[in-house]
């Protein structure tokens, strides 16, 4: 499985923007997609999960401000960030799990900041 993140960026305090995932493999539905994001000299963390049955949780500094979202038909993940805040700077990356392995896409960097 091959996983391409993309969407990330610069943006300003309060702004938004939406990461995308594209997976290789058809049995995309199959999969729980997760994203994860390591800022600067910290540890990477979950940022959000969505199962193969639709059902989400999120870390609590992001509860309320990002939605992760699938789109099956397009083997795709999304994670729309909304009310963006200096610390949710980092790398943000996508991971697929199926038949207990780990996938891990590329990072893409977004960095908010006036």
């Known amino acids: 499985v091959q996983l391409q993140a993309y969407g990330g960026g610069l943006v300003e305090p309060g702004g938004s923007l939406r990461l995308s995932c594209a997976a290789s493999?058809?049995?995309?539905?199959?999969?729980?997609m997760t994203w994860y994001r390591q800022a600067p000299g910290k540890q990477r963390e979950l940022v959000a999960v969505?199962?193969?049955?639709?059902?989400?949780n999120y870390t609590d500094s992001v509860k309320g401000r990002f939605t992760i979202s699938r789109d099956n038909a397009k083997n795709t993940v999304h994670l729309q960030m909304n009310s963006l805040k200096p610390e949710d700077t980092a790398v943000y990356y996508c991971?697929?799990?199926?038949?207990?392995?780990?996938?891990w896409g590329q990072g893409t960097l977004v960095t908010v900041s006036s």
């Open positions: 991971k697929a799990r199926i038949l207990f392995t780990d996938y």
């Open positions: 493999r058809s049995i995309f539905s199959l999969m729980v």
């Open positions: 969505i199962t193969s049955a639709g059902s989400t």
